[in-house]
């Protein structure tokens, strides 16, 4: 493909498949497929989007040309080096400039969950780190084409329930504003990696399992602004708006850059089961198609991020942690949750989705980062606040 042609593809998109969904590709496993057998499946499926947690060149050389978009990231061990404008000019210069156009990179994450990070040291260079990354990008004209944003997870909340009571906890909020001011001078998303898995382990006696996994029940009304939720993850994605309208910024997109349900964990990790993790993603995927928007934003259709596209055997922690894949390292379906929908015309009726064979020859797991501090325990208040929007 030309430059001509692929510049000119950033102005007039045209890609099949769902255009807000997207799958994260990791490479935490010693028993993975090569890129180009993800390449191929990502394509077999219409998958149009896709994350991953490096910039790794072998990657990135095989989705040339390709119709998949790429987020890319910045590792968090770097952000000390690249708050220099200079370094991080090196690393724009060395890990995308070679690969872009024709490598349709749309996305660099700075860090990922630096907020919640135990290393709290790096707070303090993200926002530096974040800014460089975008000067960076400006020197060389490439700006205007990839969005400098960084994923967080949920436990940046201080209150996340109801959703209109969603607020930042006070020891970031100093960070917050500046990363905030950032996002809405740039127009870049706020990237949220939202796990209602989370929620339903850590108290499968207050939550409903139905309403963690988007089933159909009866779901919430928001006291407040009388919004009606029929499911956990819609409810995530707008404590985050209001908590960052608190600060004086209303405007800014909410996406989610990772969201799964494992599909086998630890005895005390409750309600990890492939039956679960069919229902989560089915239920997700088919919102997607219908190219939804949360409540609060329902003209406004949420970007979504699966994790993760394949199951990775290296990665530590809980059981949990290396079961979260669509598809298993020899390539089998890890369970049916329709993602051959996306292969097929655009009328097909969600209510008939099934995987067929031709997503089934599939490759083996990579690594990914997903986000592993543990949900914080839901609260009410009793205050309502202006929200700004």
Known sequence: MSEKKDMEYWRNPSI????????????????????????????SLKLTKARIYDTNPQILTTFANSNIELIVTVENQMLPVIVDPQQALQWVTTHI????????????????????????????????????????????????????STPNSLAVLEESYPPSAGSFKGEVSSAMSQFLQFLSSTGSPFWINAYPYFAYKDSPNKISLDYALCNKNPGMVDPYTKLHYDNMLYAQVDAVVYAMSRLGYGGIEVRVSETGWPSKGDPDEVGATVQNAAAYNRNLLRRQMSNEGTPLRPNTRLEVYLFALFNEDLKPGPTSERNYGLFQPDGTIAYNVGLSALATSSSTSPASI???????KVIKPQGLFYSNSPFKPIKFINKLYSTGN
Do not use: C, M
Request: aromatic content about 6%.
């Open 16 to 43: 099949q498949g769902v255009r807000s969904l997207g799958i994260n590709y990791g490479q935490v496993g010693d028993n993975l497929p090569p890129p180009d057998k993800v390449l191929d499946l990502l394509t």
């Open 97 to 148: 400039k070679p690969y872009f156009p024709a490598t349709k990179i749309t996305g660099i994450a700075v860090g990922n969950e630096i907020f919640t990070d135990d290393d709290t040291s790096l707070l303090g260079y993200l926002v530096p780190a974040i800014v460089s990354i975008h000067g960076a990008l400006a020197r060389i004209g490439l700006d205007k084409y990839i969005q400098v």
């Open 354 to 360: 099934s995987l067929t064979s031709s997503a089934t």
